[in-house]
């Protein structure tokens, strides 16, 4: 069960305080309760903020008080909590190279001459946080194998190193034949993979 605890029109509210402390309670005895989740409007706000929730003439003419912005948030949260919820668990993230742990290309640049940006970087924090939490790390490269270990060798600022990773296919074979060869090597089914290229 998805419960969606959803704002109050500004003119409806008489004690936003008391609301909020409603709103605060109900959401904490809702963790509790096996089966349920619970939805409230700072968890949208988080991944979704919307300038202006409130449509007042939507409100006036009794329906729900919300801007469309406010509505595409609140449905694209509701449908994602609702498609995770039914979906297998990511025990294996299978990541490329160029382009994807660095920018550039370490078969033409070099170890050297790629670049690892800030974005790379929270990429590559965000899978040691995955291993630490028991995903398995897999690299799915169309390269050179010396090329790939060079960079993992010679880069300081590489963050995800050759003991996070559980198997590779570095090779030119189609990603879609290499992730088969990991799910087999793994034992796994390819539904528990999520490809990041």
Sequence with gaps: LLVCLCPAARR??????????????????LEHVP??????????ESHYPVECIENRYAREAGHPPYSMEYFIALGTTIMRRIAASRRKPVKVIVVDCDDTLWQGLCGEEGAEGVQITSAHAALQEFLIEQHDAGVLI????????????????????MQLRPEHIVASRIGWTAKSEALTELAQELDLSLESFVFID
């Design 12 to 29: 409806e509210v008489v004690n936003e305080e008391s609301l909020r402390e409603v709103r605060d309670f109900l959401a904490r005895e």
């Design 35 to 44: 089966g349920v989740q619970c939805l409230t409007h700072s968890s949208i």
């Design 138 to 157: 897999c690299l799915c490269s169309r390269n050179n194998p010396q090329d790939v270990e060079a960079v993992f060798r010679s880069r300081a600022d």
